[in-house]
């Protein structure tokens, strides 16, 4: 079934084949908190197939997108050059 919210879905849900590991990582550079709420979603379940359902899944998949957003933000128009 398709989704308005589908490129929300693909966009912060990546698929790729995982082994069991030791270490998460997650680029943050001096930022701990992006490591630690990675380690922290990990925690709770919330999976491409499922953070839509409740709340209690769409209020920090939300909360994570916006703070990519405001990171990325101010740094967009240094990596595109002018079209003229």
């Given at each position: 079934?398709?989704?308005?919210?589908?490129?929300?879905?693909?966009?912060?849900?990546?698929?790729?084949t995982?082994?069991?590991?030791d270490?998460?990582?997650?680029?943050?550079?001096?930022?701990?908190?992006?490591?630690?709420?990675?380690?922290?979603?990990?925690?709770?379940?919330?999976?491409?197939?499922?953070?839509?359902?409740?709340?209690?899944?769409?209020?920090p998949?939300?909360?994570?997108?916006?703070?990519?957003?405001?990171?990325?933000?101010?740094?967009?128009p240094?990596?595109?050059?002018?079209?003229?």
């Amino acid at each position: 079934m398709s989704y308005p919210f589908d490129c929300i879905t693909e966009f912060m849900f990546f698929e790729t084949t995982m082994d069991s590991a030791d270490v998460i990582m997650v680029p943050g550079g001096s930022h701990p908190q992006f490591m630690e709420s990675a380690a922290e979603t990990d925690k709770t379940g919330i999976t491409k197939d499922n953070w839509f359902l409740d709340d209690k899944k769409i209020t920090p998949v939300m909360k994570e997108l916006t703070k990519v957003g405001q990171y990325f933000a101010h740094h967009i128009p240094n990596w595109v050059r002018p079209l003229n």
